[in-house]
């Protein structure tokens, strides 16, 4: 598997901004049980821990958007298609040989 970092950014991004929305509101909701478990708490191991959440939470938004807008909204199907098409022959076409290196995964 190719795995890239430009990934980690990607899908931490929608995870980060939603934990930065709930969080402050889970703070001031709960705010006395919050304290409490604060207290015990490491901040560099609870930054870290919110970090590390909000990859795999980011990562369940993108595919959440994909499922909506792609699966379930079949009427852009065709036309994805079409152009895909259209994109695999402009790239199969000999002097386009660094298009063809650049988008080989495809």
């Known amino acids: 598997m190719n795995f890239d970092t430009k990934y ?3 899908w931490g991004i929608p995870g980060w ?5 709930v969080l402050p509101y889970l703070f001031f ?4 049980d919050v304290l409490k478990s604060l207290g015990k ?3 560099l191991a609870l930054g870290a821990a919110i970090t590390l959440i909000g990859i795999p939470l ?3 938004f993108n595919q ?6 792609w699966v379930t909204n079949k009427k852009n199907w065709g036309s994805y298609f079409e152009k895909e098409v259209i994109l695999d022959m ?5 002097e386009n040989e660094g298009y063809k290196e ?3 995964y495809l």
């Open 102 to 104: 650049r988008y080989r």
């Open 29 to 32: 909701v709960f705010n006395d």
């Open 90 to 94: 402009y790239l199969s076409k000999t």
């Open 64 to 69: 959440l958007h994909h499922f909506t807008f």
């Open 58 to 60: 980011g990562y369940f």
């Open 17 to 21: 901004i939603f934990l930065m929305t």
């Open 41 to 43: 708490v490491n901040d």
């Open 8 to 10: 980690l950014i990607r």
